[in-house]
C-alpha cells in the first residue's frame, strides 16, 4: 500500500504543477523577458506583447490538461490500488510518460498561435 501511495503522489504531481504554472502564466506572467523562467522560445521572447500572449496561451493550456489530467490519473491508479507492486510501478511509469505528451504538447499550439497572431518581426498581425 505505500508504494502505491508514493506513485499516486508521484502521478498527481504533473498534473498539479501544470494547474499551478498554468494558472501562473495565465494570470500573472514573468513580467520581463528572460531566458530563465516562463515559456522561452524564439518567438515568444521578439518583444513584450508575444511574451504575454504566449504565456496567456500556453497557461490556459496547461490549466485545462492539468485540470483533465489530475482525476484521470487518479481513476487510472485507482484501479491498481492493491496490485503488486511490479504492476503499480508499471502502470504509475506508463502514466507519467504519457502526461509528459500534454505537458511538452502544448508548445506546438502555443508556437501556431504565436504564428498566427504575429508576423516575424513580432508585430500583431
Not at 84 to 98: K, Q, Y
Request: charged share 20%.
Amino acid at each position: 500500500m505505500g508504494f502505491w501511495i508514493f506513485m499516486v503522489i508521484m502521478n498527481l504531481m504533473i498534473p498539479l504543477m501544470m494547474i499551478v504554472f498554468g494558472k501562473i502564466f495565465l494570470k500573472n506572467p514573468p513580467k520581463e523577458i528572460n531566458g530563465v523562467y516562463g515559456y522561452r522560445t524564439g518567438r515568444s521572447m521578439k518583444n513584450k506583447d508575444t511574451w504575454d500572449f504566449a504565456h496567456r496561451y500556453f497557461g490556459r493550456l496547461w490549466l485545462k490538461g492539468g485540470l483533465i489530467l489530475l482525476p484521470v490519473s487518479f481513476v487510472i491508479m485507482l484501479f491498481v490500488l492493491g496490485k503488486n507492486e511490479d504492476i503499480v510501478g508499471t502502470v504509475g511509469g506508463i502514466l507519467c510518460f504519457l502526461q509528459t505528451i500534454p505537458l511538452i504538447g502544448a508548445i506546438f499550439p502555443t508556437e501556431k498561435a504565436l504564428i498566427k497572431e504575429f508576423d516575424a518581426e513580432g508585430r500583431k498581425r
